[in-house]
């Protein structure tokens, strides 16, 4: 399969997939191919494909639902309403896909002459010649391109450029390239690293098992590839075969042509962290020897390399026990150092991000306790080595561990994480100037990257930067490639920032709690404009002209922050209400409870009262009883005295009187 698609990869997109389309004869030209596509794959594979040829050629679904007497006609349009917005291109690349994986000798093979390929052009998800807008930013003029057999196909002239599968680069938008070779296997909290448009994978857990391969994606090629290594030990000057300890959780850290591994789990931790360095030359790892005191075995924690110096915080030590400790290896001399810092630092927690911004400031976000996940950014100033925590600004990402970060200038991109109930859907984007916050893209519930314990990096393709992410855990581990090219709007710099240090921004952020959040982006926003204007005051015309679109930019920027923030406010308007609402039907609520006690209390008093009333009846039931005993005694008594009289009357004359005639009732004689 892996020598087909290499094949079929010299075909570029979009002939690839109508050689497929044609293959399979969904173009019309080819009928009798359709029970062989039955035959070929499942029904729900042969409905999937459908769709995808639907949504490429076509688009999304716009037509109305078949009635409920066609079933058949139902299930295709079911399918094809069920992709949504996929961009067409897209589409493609999941039919081919398809194709591919059913009928790897497909390629080889094509019934029908290929149409030429129309080159360079750009496809819009949309039918309709008029703009449309992708997740906040706003593609270009559609266009229509007519290709040499007649095929009418509207294009974009900017932000998705159509070359083949995996170099088309559409903005802000998550996308899976297709990889060849051997993939490594499913897994999450591995280490993932970039080293000349090498993204090397190391190690991680699956199915609660430690893993210790060494895997390395060529990110212009796509292509995987598993590394053979060995080990260096102390005692031997050339490399020998050994087993390295796996191992999960732990950071890989690219460094002067080399990969350093720094802590993580293991199933036979030590009892100190071990810094594992790979040469990528020799293929060899060897523990990197160090001087001080290093700090205890921990995974989860994060490193972050700020110059040539590591930063080691936090993690969950063998114990199980969280940490919030600092620590610093200096890669010139080697050495352990413990950090004292003042102020209130971050609790104890594991699986959070952390990354540097001006080569000063240390920023974590987010992690987990045993019992918690959080969503607080907490900022240490290296220099000063103070802790401080300030007001986040936009939209606060919601608490989550496990999530994954990276920097592309000032901006930070943090990608899945989860709360222990679900995962985190969106893409958010944190300003490290002005701490402000912003969703970049979202993805559905249960996609691979609304996981936890994935990787991510960033790597340029065609002189643009672009983050790469990989494998995770949402309930099943995955081990997929997605890759998201952010907009050139998202990685702006700012200007002010530029010409102030950022220590001015964190105190502009501390003073920001006390005004108000509207006011604020007026200001930055017009704070833009003048340093803007006042770079350009003694430009040319072109510079001034160049200036002109950027105030431009950045007032519609501005309009739209505006009419976010007005919805923010019908928003909570509308929650307060919501919650006025809430408190009075809580209040309703509980006044029938203290009804209830009442009524319970009342009858509470009535049943102990029921209670005393029987144990006195029950007390005159045992009284009766032992009355019924004695007169039972005396009418025996009575019995047998009454028979001893009647013997002593049978014995003695019939005139004889005395006491017992007197007692027989018989008179006495007279005299």
């Known amino acids: 399969m892996a020598n087909t698609a ?89 039919f081919v896909k398809i194709l591919e994986e059913g009928d790897p000798s497909w390629y080889p093979n094509p019934p029908n002459s290929v149409p030429d390929p129309a080159i360079d052009v750009q496809i819009s998800q949309s039918t309709k010649a008029e703009p449309s807008i992708e997740n906040g930013g706003s593609f270009g003029e559609t266009m229509t391109t007519a290709t040499e057999d007649g095929r009418l196909m509207e294009t974009q002239d900017k932000d998705v450029v159509l070359e083949n599968p995996n170099t088309i680069s559409v903005y802000n938008q998550w996308t899976a390239p297709l990889t060849s070779g051997h993939p490594p296997k499913a897994r999450y909290e ?26 390395v994606l060529d990110l212009k090629n796509w292509t995987w590839s598993r590394v053979e290594t060995k080990v260096v030990t102390e005692s031997q000057e050339t490399s020998s075969p050994a087993t390295l300890t796996h191992c999960a959780g732990h950071s890989l850290i690219p460094w002067d042509n080399k990969l350093l591994s720094i802590g993580g789990h293991a199933k036979d931790p030590s009892e100190s962290i071990l810094v594992k360095v790979f040469d990528l030359h020799t293929c060899t790892w060897s ?15 994060s490193v972050t390399l700020v110059g040539k110096k590591l930063v080691i915080f936090g993690g969950q030590d063998v ?5 919030n400790y600092l620590h610093l290896l200096d890669l010139d001399t080697m050495t352990w150092d413990e950090i004292d810092a003042v102020g209130s630092p971050p609790s104890p927690r594991s699986d959070h991000a952390a990354a540097v911004h001006a080569e000063r400031y240390l920023l974590i976000f987010g992690g987990g306790s045993h019992t918690n996940c959080f969503s607080d950014l907490h900022v240490l100033d290296l220099q000063t080595m103070e802790w401080s925590r300030h007001a986040q600004q936009g939209e606060a990402p919601t608490p989550r561990a496990g999530h994954a970060g990276v920097t592309i200038g000032e901006n930070w991109f943090i990608v899945g994480g989860g709360d222990n109930k679900s995962g985190a859907c969106e893409t958010v984007v944190l300003n490290m100037s002005t701490l402000a916050w912003s969703v970049l893209t979202t993805v559905q519930g249960g996609a691979p990257l609304a996981s936890e314990g994935s990787s991510l990096v960033v790597s340029s393709y065609n002189g643009e930067d672009v983050i790469v992410a990989f494998g995770g855990y949402n309930g099943r581990y995955n ?13 702006l ?14 105190s502009a952020v501390n003073n920001a709690t006390t005004r108000d959040i509207e006011s604020e982006i007026g200001v930055s926003q017009e704070s833009k404009v003048r340093e803007i204007v006042m770079d350009n005051v003694n430009s040319g015309s072109k510079v001034e002209g160049k200036s002109e679109r950027i105030i431009t930019s950045l007032r519609s920027e501005k309009e739209e922050l505006e009419a976010s923030l007005s919805k923010e406010k019908i928003q909570t308007l509308q929650l307060k209400e919501e919650l006025t609402e809430t408190e009075t039907r809580s209040t309703e609520l509980y006044k029938e409870l203290h009804s209830v006690r009442s009524q319970l209390a009342a009858e509470q008093s009535r049943c102990f009262k029921l209670e005393v009333e029987v144990a006195e009846v029950r007390q005159k039931l045992q009284t009766m009883e032992t009355l019924e005993k004695e007169l039972e005694l005396l009418h025996r008594q009575r019995a047998v005295a009454s028979e001893q009289a009647a013997v002593n009357m049978n014995g003695k004359p019939q005139s004889s009187g005395g006491v017992w005639g007197w007692l027989a009732g018989t008179p006495p004689p007279k005299t």
């Not at 523990?287 to 924690?301: N, V, W």
């Not at 114990?319 to 940490?323: G, P």
């Not at 090219?485 to 990685?491: E, T, V």
């Open 287 to 301: 523990i990197l020897k160090t001087d001080g005191k290093p700090p205890i075995s921990r995974g989860g924690q």
């Open 190 to 215: 591995h280490g993932a690293a970039v080293i000349q448009d090498k993204m090397y994978m190391y190690g991680g857990n699956h199915n609660g098992r430690y893993l210790g391969d060494l895997h």
């Open 493 to 506: 710099k700012s200007k002010i920032m530029e010409a102030s240090p950022v220590r001015d921004s964190v």
């Open 6 to 94: 290499k094949q079929s990869a010299t075909l570029a997109y979009p002939d690839r997939f109508y050689a497929a389309a044609s293959y399979l004869g969904l173009d019309g030209s080819a009928p009798s191919s359709v029970k062989q596509l039955s035959s070929k794959f499942s029904n729900d594979a042969v409905l999937l494909l459908y769709a995808l040829h639907q949504q490429a050629t076509v688009g999304p679904c716009n037509t109305p639902k078949p009635s409920a007497w066609n079933p058949a006609e139902q299930s295709k349009w079911k399918s094809w309403q069920g992709l949504g917005t996929m961009p067409s291109i897209e589409a493609m690349s999941h």
């Open 319 to 323: 114990n199980k026990s969280l940490l």
């Open 479 to 491: 081990n997929e490639v997605n890759v998201l090219k952010p907009s050139h709007k998202s990685s």
